[in-house]
């Protein structure tokens, strides 16, 4: 499997573990907000595959206790399993980043016991949910069928939300919330633009917006949490 990117080490995407993130290629939303679109449009070439990977794992087991895997979507990759058993056998916690828009395969990562953290998106409420996708048209079946899966799951997991002003309001919010109640936990990330975001004129909500939505999910979900918010 080819890998897009590596930051080597970083304390925020896998919560209580010291990790690096890799990225994989290939995603089938184009969100417009996304920061990582030279990933899905192919201007982001690989930079080392599976084995290099393993090889650089070896060498930092004093360093690392765990690998986050984020993209693109890397449930994309039908050998993703192999990969986290890979990782996994040089002794590596594993986090996985997801859409939620390939439950079969999540399914099988679940089942098989092979990750110990999990991070869903929930873009939207289900109304808007292809728009902030970027798409036409969006089957929530599947997006549904994952939450399901994580929340009667045993896997440690969070939802999570980039807000946008120009994508949500306070209903929407209220919708998550009915679409999510009674998830262990649940983070707002407040949108930032930076060079590679694909579309112009988006803004970030003002942290009071911020807060009045996080009081919103909070009555849906307890463990609510603003991130990126100071």
Do not use: W
Request: hydrophobic content about 35%.
């Amino acid at each position: 499997m080819k890998l897009h990117g590596i930051q080597k080490m970083t304390l925020l995407d896998f919560p209580g573990v010291v990790s690096c993130t890799i990225f994989l290629g290939g995603c089938d939303f184009r969100c417009p907000f996304c920061h990582n679109f030279e990933l899905i449009d192919g201007t982001a070439q690989p930079i080392m595959d599976d084995s290099e990977l393993i090889d650089f794992l070896k060498s930092r087991k004093a360093l690392l206790d765990g690998v986050a895997i984020t993209g693109g979507e890397p449930c994309l990759h039908k050998d993703l399993p192999e990969l986290i058993r890979k990782i996994r056998a040089e002794g590596y916690k594993v986090k996985l980043d997801t859409n939620g828009y390939h439950p079969e395969l999540l399914k099988e990562i679940l089942d098989e016991g092979i990750v110990d953290y999990v991070a869903m998106d929930i873009k939207n409420c289900e109304e808007k949910y292809a728009l902030t996708c970027g798409l036409d048209t969006i089957d929530m079946d599947k997006i549904k069928e994952s939450i399901s899966l994580l929340m009667n799951g045993s896997v440690e997991y969070e939802f999570r939300t980039t807000v946008v002003d120009e994508l949500h309001d306070e209903e929407d919010f209220e919708k998550i919330g009915e679409l999510i109640g009674g998830a262990k936990r649940y983070y707002l990330q407040r949108f930032t633009d930076r060079d590679s975001v694909p579309f112009g004129n988006l803004s970030a909500p003002s942290f009071e917006k911020m807060r009045k939505y996080a009081e919103i999910a909070t009555k849906f979900v307890t463990n609510t949490e603003l991130r990126g918010v100071e």
